[in-house]
């Protein structure tokens, strides 16, 4: 709450809710404030009423996942800590999604501890980013995170590959945020998903902040290194999740227009449906006089469910 209340001193802030929330029917924010009141913390996700909504939805979502494949801990990953709100807020986020879901977090945020280094060239944005920006009390983040959480520091060249060398598949990637605003240190952390497909969810979500600015284009920033990496992996694809709003409850939020998914179509669980769609799908069609058989399950025997009769 107190962290809640300090956000609400921003300008900014109250701006974005006078913009993604007022503009809203009056009954959904209505409805909201019943949902703050007495909601289950999965129906105030659904509800952005979680603080930086895009966290909650990505834990969430990777949790459901990892439960459907029955995988029992799943790792989260956030790129760019700087003082370390936005982890400290995915741990807060974690430990409630646990209590929800039984799924388990790791987590942990790449920085180089001093700050952002100075921009290699036009493509690191210079005119909206410069070197120092973001700077980290170390040791106190470290005395202040959990248990499960922990800060991988140093230059992302030289600490993403020895980090997705050593992750354990059975700690998957399900969530990562990517805060770090230049090209060169977006297309090192994208290195990390290029490891074998077991260390993934077969659909990880991803948060890209650095995307919506007028000056954002494919030809710098984070937006380049995505369409680099695409390019350079034929079975790894960075797609925006276009209709995300259009499942939202507030589908004027911002943050659903940073929101991606990894697609992993190497994975295990790529090549073959899961269990549950087993059964073959049949539509019906109106026009028709009569309609498709239903499949029936296939006869094995006197005695067994649809067997023919004994000769």
């Keep these: 709450m107190g962290y809640l209340l300090q956000k609400l001193r921003h300008k900014d802030v109250w701006e974005r809710i006078l913009r993604e929330r007022l503009t809203e029917p009056l009954h959904l924010n209505f409805l909201s404030l ?14 952005d009423l979680v603080v930086r909504q895009w966290n909650a939805y990505g834990v969430l979502k990777a949790a459901d996942h990892a439960r459907e494949l029955g995988i029992n801990r799943v790792s989260v990953l956030e790129f760019g800590v700087a003082a370390g709100a936005g982890l400290m807020n995915l741990a807060e986020i974690a430990g409630r999604v646990t209590s929800v879901t039984g799924v388990q977090f790791s987590l942990y945020g790449f920085d180089t501890g001093q700050g952002m280094p100075a921009p290699a060239d036009y493509r690191d944005h210079p005119d909206l980013y410069q070197q120092g920006e973001c700077g980290m009390d170390v040791v106190a983040l470290r005395n202040a995170l959990p248990a499960n959480a922990q800060l991988v520091l140093g230059d992302l ?3 993403v590959g020895p980090f997705i060398n050593a992750l354990s598949p059975r700690e998957p990637i399900g969530y990562v945020s990517v805060d770090v605003d230049y090209y060169s240190s977006t297309a090192s952390a994208l290195r990390l998903l290029t490891a074998s ?35 350079a992996h034929k079975l790894r694809k960075i797609e925006q999740y276009r209709f995300l709003e259009n499942s939202r409850v507030f589908r004027r939020a911002d943050w659903t227009k940073h929101m991606y998914c990894l697609h992993v179509l190497d994975h295990p669980q790529r090549r073959t449906r899961s269990r549950e769609a087993l059964p073959k799908v049949w539509i019906e069609n109106p026009y028709l006089k009569k309609s498709p058989p239903v499949p029936m399950p296939p006869r094995t025997g006197p005695g067994r469910p649809n067997a023919p009769p004994p000769l």
Aim: net charge negative.
């Design 197 to 231: 497909p077991e260390k993934y969810l077969p659909v990880t979500v991803m948060f890209f902040d650095d995307v919506n600015d007028e000056r954002h284009t494919t030809a710098c920033g984070e937006l380049l290194a995505i369409e680099e990496f695409n390019r």
């Design 34 to 47: 019943l949902v703050w009141a007495f909601g289950s913390y999965r129906a105030k996700v659904a509800f």
């Design 157 to 159: 060249s030289e600490t």
